[in-house]
């Protein structure tokens, strides 16, 4: 359970209610399909989780963390154990993918081999994207655009503007849960020549670019209705600012570890129900 991350789960939740949404917003919500493509995008969450922790044991990003503890570094599982555990949890995505491809055809084949490789290669392989300042345009595009269009093909058969456009915001909040995670390890991952994004910035900077990406989802999720085809019930999600006020906060005043692991773990239940608000706007 702690080499899953049970708290990084929202990641894959929250897209899968938005694409049903929409789907259901149009009469094409198909409570099997959506069940199936939750478990799958749950499955493929704990194997990239499980793939991370190997990766970055391998590579000395973990040996002097201030995050979450990590179960290779710590020694409590080896890591084969975790590698069994991933390539298992990969197989019941495959599984699941199985359904998936009888419902929607091949590009559901090519959404699921990109989304393990993406695992896969976020901090391991031979050019891990996660270490070049690339995470945040992985994680916006697999748990936002891919996550939530994807949910909609299944159900609906197409993918629309309106699909594409919904992804837009929770492909900003999830990119937040990220963007803490790199200000918190600034210094720890520029030590083991992690070069992630908040790195190339620097503290000051990267900070903002959480406060940003925070107010930029809230202004996509406005944008729903201003200029899209959504109703203002889409101003729902607008509901959940409150909950942003004490991330933002230690993001922008905190550089200890406990406080910014509060903020990480605030940023992910932020992103679950701004994802749920915005769901039911969406089929108003």
């Known amino acids: 359970?702690?080499?899953?991350?049970?708290?990084?789960?929202?990641?894959?939740?929250?897209?899968?209610?938005?694409?049903?949404?929409?789907?259901?917003?149009?009469?094409?919500?198909?409570?099997?399909?959506?069940?199936?493509?939750?478990?799958?995008?749950?499955?493929l969450q704990v194997g990239a989780n499980l793939a991370n922790?190997?990766?970055?044991?391998?590579?000395?990003?973990?040996?002097?963390?201030?995050?979450?503890?990590?179960?290779t570094q710590l020694g409590l599982l080896t890591e084969r154990e975790v590698l069994r555990g991933m390539w298992v949890v990969f197989g019941a995505?495959?599984?699941?993918?199985?359904?998936l491809v009888f419902v929607g055809g091949w590009p559901i084949i090519a959404i699921g081999l990109a989304s393990i490789a993406a695992a896969l290669a976020y901090t391991g392989g031979p050019w891990p994207f996660g270490y070049r300042g690339l995470g945040e345009l992985f994680v916006f595009a697999f748990f936002g655009v891919v996550a939530v269009t994807g949910t909609y093909y299944l159900q609906a058969g197409e993918v629309t503007g309106e699909a594409l456009a919904a992804?837009?915001?929770?492909?900003?909040?999830?990119?937040?849960?990220?963007?803490?995670?790199?200000?918190?390890?600034?210094?720890?991952?520029?030590?083991?020549?992690?070069?992630?994004?908040?790195v190339y910035l620097g503290r000051r900077?990267?900070?903002w670019q959480f406060v940003i990406t925070v107010a930029a989802?809230?202004?996509?999720?406005?944008?729903?209705?201003?200029?899209?085809?959504?109703?203002?019930w889409t101003l729902?999600?607008?509901?959940?600012i409150p909950l942003a006020a004490g991330p933002v906060a230690a993001v922008l005043n905190r550089v200890e570890?406990?406080?910014?692991?509060?903020?990480?773990?605030?940023?992910?239940?932020?992103h679950l129900v701004f994802g749920v608000l915005l769901a039911l706007g969406l089929i108003r």
């Open 93 to 99: 995505a495959v599984l699941a993918g199985c359904y």
């Open 1 to 43: 359970m702690m080499a899953a991350r049970p708290p990084t789960l929202t990641a894959a939740l929250a897209p899968v209610l938005v694409g049903t949404a929409v789907a259901a917003r149009h009469h094409d919500f198909a409570p099997a399909t959506a069940l199936v493509t939750l478990f799958a995008a749950l499955a």
């Open 257 to 270: 570890g406990p406080p910014l692991n509060a903020a990480l773990r605030s940023t992910a239940r932020l």
């Open 205 to 207: 900077l990267a900070r």
């Open 167 to 198: 992804s837009i915001p929770v492909g900003l909040t999830v990119t937040a849960i990220l963007v803490v995670n790199n200000v918190r390890d600034i210094e720890t991952d520029r030590a083991a020549g992690k070069r992630t994004l908040a």
């Open 236 to 240: 729902l999600s607008w509901l959940s």
């Open 53 to 71: 922790d190997v990766s970055d044991f391998r590579r000395g990003a973990d040996a002097e963390r201030i995050g979450p503890p990590r179960v």
């Open 217 to 232: 989802a809230y202004a996509a999720a406005a944008a729903l209705w201003l200029i899209g085809d959504f109703s203002g």
